[in-house]
């Protein structure tokens, strides 16, 4: 059965993974494609509409210089060729601003959709072609400008230059455009990069949806593979116990009667001394085995918590005693629906273990106290602690680092609180102690 669940568990991985690779990186290059083309549509538009103001700007510098070079009906000539220009093309104004930052020439598609002098007069004009996006009333505009540029004298054979000299002083050209295909590219390159970070965010939450259901997952692989390796033993310890029990009865009840037959204290009294406690412990560890793969049905009842936890400390207070250990009870006066018997066994394994491991004397520190709606149960010891490569393994059956342990206490502890609707979580670090800590549900108020 646990080939089986290994099996299916490892074809479900692969094609997750042959599903979330392929998608993955679809994702990662249309994310990559959007920002890479960020921007790019509307510095498309922008350039366009940038060289058409240019090819508008030139030629209303070129009717400016023809002007200049017949004085009369100068201004007039150049008006008219800018509101022929205007009726042509799709421009709102055409505007030249002299060095004082009046209009020298303006045209208008409709009155007052221009932008006013002072305005232009402020761009940061050079001799080359900028645009900027001025908004005039309703209607932004895609304004491009640049002062004229000096005029290039032609020059005839023997170096003689064509032409009177004629001086140009400065102006500022602006061409203003309709901006609507320019807000359009924005509008559009805003979309798709919103739309590149809405598959961003949500490529980030399947991903975690997918991380924190993997995590459950393998929780529960791990738990059906550990009732699996239960449910083995519990079939292997029903035949066991069956087995060994009667023929142990016998042994044991003949060696305590040849025992009885030799004197204290001699060698024969002594080895059947010995019989007894391994048949004792034999039983005691089918025992174990039994009540860690079949634990019998709870009988829940109100138990005074702290009760409980000082009858379990006055069963090992010898214990601690010979061995030098000092005890602390800080017992919070609680009621929990507990099973007393089976808890009475949870805290024992518990306090066992904490005791063998400080042989030469420390302290036991022994908790109760409520967590919100929970009872939290703790034992710690001031012991040498458990190496960290051991802790995933101490609640495996058998699993022990004593020379006379039988692996099957935390074992049995864990199964024990898992009835109960709880849980176990053990902290330890080497050299500091270990705390083991029994986290079960509490109903019923304080005493």
């Not at 020298?104 to 007052?112: F, M, T, V």
């Not at 940061?124 to 640049?146: C, H, K, M, N």
């Not at 204290?264 to 080895?271: A, F, H, K, V």
């Not at 602690?385 to 495996?396: K, T, V, Y």
Request: net charge neutral; glycine share 10%; proline share 4%.
């Amino acid at each position: 059965m646990t080939a089986q669940s290994s099996l299916s568990t490892s074809a479900f991985r692969r094609r997750g993974l042959a599903l979330a690779v392929p998608a993955l990186l679809a994702a990662v290059i249309l994310i990559w494609l959007a920002v890479q083309g960020r921007a790019r549509e509307q510095r498309t538009i922008a350039r366009i509409m940038t060289t058409q103001g240019e090819t508008l700007i030139r030629a209303v510098e070129a009717a400016r210089r023809m002007g200049m070079r017949g004085q009369e009906g100068r201004q007039f000539r150049l008006r008219f060729l800018m509101d022929e220009m205007i009726r042509q093309g799709d421009l709102r104004f055409l505007g030249l601003v002299d060095a004082a930052g009046r209009f020298e020439a303006l045209s208008e598609a409709e009155p007052g959709s221009g932008v006013p002098a002072e305005r232009l007069a402020a761009l940061p004009a050079s001799s080359e072609a900028a645009w900027e996006i001025i908004q005039t009333g309703q209607d932004p505009l895609f304004v491009v400008y640049r002062y004229s540029r000096p005029p290039r004298r032609s020059m005839m054979h023997g170096g003689m230059e064509h032409g009177p000299r004629v001086d140009e002083e400065p102006a500022l050209i602006a061409v203003g455009l309709d901006a609507s295909p320019y807000l359009q590219a924005v509008r559009k390159d805003m979309l798709t990069l919103a739309m590149a970070g809405g598959l961003c965010l949500a490529l980030a939450f399947a991903g975690a949806v997918t991380l924190f259901w993997r995590r459950k997952v393998a929780g529960l692989e791990r738990e059906v593979a550990r009732q699996e390796r239960l449910a083995a033993l519990g079939t292997l310890a029903a035949g066991v116990a069956h087995e060994l029990r009667n023929p142990l009865s016998s042994i044991k009840g003949f060696a305590t009667y040849f025992g009885a037959k030799f004197e204290p204290g001699t060698q024969d009294r002594e080895l059947a001394e010995v019989m007894v406690g391994e048949v004792e412990r034999l039983n005691r560890v089918v025992t174990e085995l039994l009540d860690l793969t079949r634990p019998s049905e709870l009988r829940l009842a109100p138990v005074a918590v702290a009760d409980l936890v000082q009858h379990a400390l006055k069963l090992v207070e010898g214990d601690c005693r010979s061995r030098g250990i000092a005890v602390q009870a800080r017992l919070a006066e609680l009621t929990a629906p507990l099973d007393a018997d089976r808890m009475l066994q949870a805290l024992l394994n518990l306090l066992l273990n904490a005791i063998q491991a400080m042989p030469t004397g420390g302290t036991l520190t022994v908790s109760a106290q409520r967590v919100k709606d929970r009872l939290e149960l703790r034992v710690a010891d001031t012991g040498g602690g458990i190496p960290a490569q051991d802790l995933d393994r101490i609640f495996d059956p058998y699993f022990t680092t004593k020379n006379q342990g039988t692996g099957l206490g935390l074992a049995t502890v864990r199964t024990l609180v898992e009835a109960h609707g709880g849980q176990v979580r053990v902290v330890s670090e080497q050299g500091q102690g270990t705390q083991v800590v029994l986290d079960l549900p509490l109903k019923g108020e304080g005493r």
